[in-house]
């Protein structure tokens, strides 16, 4: 284990170092941020020495062109978004080439798509989303391995159980109902392996991750709020859902409670957006800086910087299945507020129907007045 982790740290610094060694054609960059600084830094061959602040954004910030440096020299170029031109919708004529403001300049697509260009083709994001669920059906088609009497058999069949497991039982199971965790653990877990091996593929030395772009946070934080509030109206009905809105409260007061609540609908899927997305693309732009410490102070902070990546790399891999488990758990969470709308409901129902403790006993006593009780 240790040796592959030296080979990775060593391939992933080598991959960063590769900066300094700019490409002869340089692709158009959808984003608005230049690949070079042709104004600073001492030229090389006819090159500019790239600035590694915007070294380290380009290959954290999500674009059309895939990019890999090849060990032997030059680099692989694969247009993500080219086949997928039909995909391109200019309501406006012209909206699709037009230049792109400098106020809007870190958000390109959103002001595209206002001017009428709807472009709806794949990224190295959408990419890296494809190949982690490519990986993850043939884990889970390697992990179906089990012996005559259905006992899960090898390493892998293990790990995939006890992960399962872990998320039926102490995620699912301790923020809802047993009835209700076994309808969404499947959900659940869905959600689980899939942030982790998107975040797990943006450590392979040379990949991206894809959980490192807003886009892609804001997918999945979306889909747990339609399934959050698609749960509450199933167990609470349109009137109870609308009805805990009001939070409770009296009347006059519907008109503060309800936009409060309203608010409150939408911050919970918002902090699931930001808070996979800050850990992932923090942790990235960490490790890219890092080593451009390298060309930023001196060659012989390599020294310093390359251990130090080391462990950053190791405590991203801890982080990436963190950050998979807190975004389960929170999500759990959700749906388990909203399913308690109607179990609420149902519960004081019940409580009402019930008679009094005196009367119960009252009843017991009655009924079983001419009975013999033996031991």
Known sequence: MRRLLVVAVALFAWGTARADEPPADLPPVDNGVHDYDATEG?????????????????????????????PWGGEFKFDVAKPFSFLV?????????????????????????????????????VMMIWI????????????????????????????????????????????????????YTPFLASLFFFILFVNWLGLVPG?????????????LAIITFFLTQAAGIRTAGIGGYLKHLTGGVPAFLWILMIPVEIVGLFTKPLALLVRLYANMLGGHVSLFFTLALIFMIHPGVALLSVPMVGTIYVLE????????YIFTLL?????ALALDMGHHDKDEEAALRAPPHGEELVSFAATHSGTEVRA
Not at 207 to 219: I, K, P
């Open 42 to 70: 001492a030229s090389h061959g006819g090159h500019a020495r790239p600035d590694p602040a915007t070294f380290v954004l380009e290959h954290v910030s999500d674009a059309e062109i895939f990019e890999i440096d090849l």
């Open 89 to 125: 919708f200019e309501r406006t004529p012209g909206a699709c080439s037009a230049p792109i403001s400098s106020s809007m300049r870190n958000f390109p697509s959103l002001e595209r798509f206002l001017g009428g260009c709807w472009d709806f083709r794949p990224t190295k994001a």
């Open 132 to 183: 982690a669920s490519l990986i993850l059906l043939l884990v889970i088609q390697l992990a179906k391995r089990r012996d005559a009497l259905g006992v899960p058999r090898g390493i892998l069949t293990n790990c995939v159980e006890v992960l399962y497991v872990f998320i039926r039982d102490d995620v699912a199971g301790s923020s809802m109902r047993q009835s209700d965790a076994r309808k």
């Open 207 to 219: 990949m991206f991750s894809g959980t490192g772009v807003l886009a892609v946070t804001g997918g």
């Open 317 to 324: 891999i801890f982080v990436g299945i963190l950050q998979a």
């Open 331 to 335: 999500t759990a969470m959700y749906i």
